[in-house]
C-alpha cells in the first residue's frame, strides 16, 4: 500500500505542469481514506482505513463539471469474531464544483458504485450503493496539483447499510 501511494505521488509531482490544475482535462487523483461504519456489519473497529485512486473527466459547457471512476481497497478489516476481509469498492460519480475563489473550491458529487467483500459476514456482503457528498479543494499556484477533502455518505442497496467516508488525496 505504501509504495502504491508513494508511486501516485510521486507520479503526480514529476507530471505536473505550470498551469493550475483546474485547466486539464483529466485530473488522478490519489487517496487515503476512512470509513465510519454501519455497526450492523459487526467490525471489531468501526472506523477502518482506505486508499485508493479515482481518474476524472472535466466537462466543459456542462451542469455537472466532472466524471469520476474510482477505485477504493480496505484491506484486513477485523470482524469482532476474530476473522478479517477485505473490501474492494468502485464507483462512478458525477462532480459539480462551487469556486469560492481563484483558488479554492467546494464541490458536491453523488453517484453509484459496488462493494467486494472477500469474507462475508453478518450484514457486510458484496452490494452496489449510492454515495453522495461535500468537499473542499485548493489549487497550488504553478504547479497543477490540488489538495482535495470530502465527506461522503456510503448507502448499501442491499442491506441499508449506511457508512460515512472522509478522504484525503492529492489531485494531478
Known sequence: KKIILASALCSSL???ASNPSNQYNYEVT???SGILSDSK????D??????GLSVAKNLDNSIIDQIELGFMRSESAEYKNGSNTNMNRLFLNAVKKYALTERWAAYGLAGLGNQDVSQKSGENADSMFFNWGLGLR???PY???ALKSDVRHLLSFENSR???MYTFGIAM
Open 14 to 16: 514529476v507530471f505536473a
Open 46 to 51: 468501526d472506523n477502518y482505513f482506505n486508499a
Open 30 to 32: 490519489a487517496f487515503t
Open 143 to 145: 504547479y497543477g496539483i
Open 41 to 44: 456489519v459487526d467490525l471489531k
Open 162 to 164: 449506511n457508512d460515512v
Open 138 to 140: 485548493y489549487d497550488i
